[in-house]
């Protein structure tokens, strides 16, 4: 029988955030896979238990997973979670990927407070990490790879901030390719399409809802966790050492005709033009 090939992630540190479920623990899967050393951060202690219990049953060539409790938007915890995940002497991976959405409508319905906390988590939460984890990423020519989505570049109808935050996530790392690209540093994120996660698990299979991203999907069907995690363990290696400031879709083509229609969500209709303003 050939010997395995190494996995090319021995001795890697990696933190990942959001990473108890959905395309975070996929991310998280597929670095240990390889050999990293994982931690994981979020908000709820049970869900990061359960992800670190199934992702050691993932872990291969030295790989090791634990987690840290945090919550994205508050500075202090992130610095904990980024002093947790470099414990060994290093980090090398730093995966942004905790985000989320708000109350679906037209902007002039747009609940401030909501709209703000969707702000926050995404945009917000991206900035803190990447600000605390730099120094660490500078001193071992690490990479930075934030999660965005097809929302942030194509248009999505009655989304309120989350179109608007995932769109500033994309420029936050734009400019930090440009910023610490010459120390080193790569910076890089990527635009899920319609990923059967937890949370589009609300999506009705039968609704107009998800028969408008299999008419918009070239490839059809629906994307799963694991192609997104296959993307982030590429740009988080070796083989991805010239890539940077690039935001790469995994949509199955999405990106090339028209964003969703989430109308039976929002409450809307295109019969109604004006929404009754006028």
Not at 117 to 142: D, E, Y
């Amino acid at each position: 029988m050939a010997k395995r090939p190494a996995g090319g992630l021995e001795g890697k540190a990696a933190l990942i955030s959001g990473g108890g479920t959905g395309i975070g623990w996929a991310c998280a899967q597929a670095l240990i896979a390889d050999g990293a050393a994982v931690t994981i951060c979020g908000r709820t202690e049970a869900t990061l238990q359960d992800g670190v219990a199934r992702l050691e049953q993932a872990a291969a060539l030295g790989g090791t997973a634990s987690y840290v409790v945090a919550d994205v938007t508050a500075e202090a915890d992130v610095i904990t979670a980024v002093e947790a995940a470099s414990a060994g002497g290093a980090l090398d991976i730093v995966v942004a990927n905790a985000g989320g959405g708000g109350g679906l409508g037209p902007v002039h319905t747009q609940d401030l407070a909501d709209f703000t906390r969707v702000l926050h988590l995404n945009v917000l939460g991206t900035m803190l990490l990447a600000k605390h984890a730099v120094p660490h990423l500078v001193a071992s020519r690490g990479c930075f790879t934030a999660i965005s989505s097809i929302a942030g570049h194509l248009t999505h109808r009655w989304f309120g901030a989350y179109p608007v935050a995932k769109a500033g996530l994309e420029e936050l790392v734009r400019n930090a390719a440009d910023e610490y690209g010459p120390a080193g540093v790569r910076f890089n994120a990527v635009r899920p399409g319609f990923t059967a996660t937890e949370l589009m698990e609300g999506v009705p299979r039968d609704s107009p809802v998800f028969g408008s991203y299999l008419d918009n999907t070239p490839l059809a069907g629906v994307g799963e966790p694991a192609d997104v995690g296959h993307l982030v363990r590429f740009l988080s290696g070796d083989e991805a050492r010239w890539i940077t400031g690039q935001i790469i879709n995994v949509d199955g083509g999405h990106a090339l005709r028209r964003g969703p229609d989430y109308s039976m969500f929002a409450g809307v209709s295109d019969d109604n033009p004006t929404f009754g303003l006028t």
